[in-house]
């Protein structure tokens, strides 16, 4: 069965990561937008991080592999798990907190992986808040992009769902109170 609910979401996120491949200013990019819309619109869980963990690879692909993957995909997971708790809490103001908690997350975990993994830190209290205070230009731009494609993501469905009624929720949802 077609599910254009399912559909649109996942194009989007795909469509998202995708922005990848254009020209942009370093970490200015989707996944942490991709990862929280992910998994705030799907209400299965292995999907809410399935697609966008399929959308980053393929991107990852097109773009090249890189040393430490895997810490950028933490925080990526972690990132979805926001999303999962925002799933039921969707406000403007929720939205914004989550886009806040996830440029934070991104930033202190792969800065943490920056530090732990690679040379240019010594791996001292020191270095790492070295590798920390180093990578705030960096965070700017991340919390640029994440306020960004937040925006795209969230407010493009939100309207999407006003005007096509085969998008919203099914009228059993039932939202948990706050």
Request: net charge positive.
């Amino acid at each position: 069965m077609f599910r254009p609910r399912l559909a649109v979401v996942a194009s989007m996120i795909l469509a998202a990561a995708l922005t990848r491949l254009l020209p942009h200013p370093p970490d200015m990019t989707s996944i942490a937008a991709v990862a929280l819309f992910g998994g705030a619109y799907f209400s299965d869980k292995r999907m809410a991080f399935l697609v966008p963990f399929a959308a980053l690879f393929m991107s990852d692909l097109l773009l090249g592999f890189y040393a430490h993957m895997e810490v950028v995909y933490g925080s990526f997971a972690l990132i979805t798990c926001i999303g999962l708790w925002l799933q039921a809490r969707r406000t403007p103001v929720r939205i914004a907190a989550a886009t806040l908690a996830g440029s934070a997350v991104f930033f202190l975990v792969t800065n943490f992986g920056v530090w732990a993994f690679g040379s240019l830190y010594p791996k001292t209290m020191d270095g790492l808040v070295a590798c920390y205070i180093a990578a705030i230009p960096f965070f700017a731009n991340t919390l640029q992009g994440d306020v960004l494609y937040t925006f795209a993501l969230f407010g493009g469905f939100a309207l999407l769902e006003r005007q096509f009624a085969a998008l919203r929720e099914a009228a059993a949802f039932s939202p948990r109170p706050a």
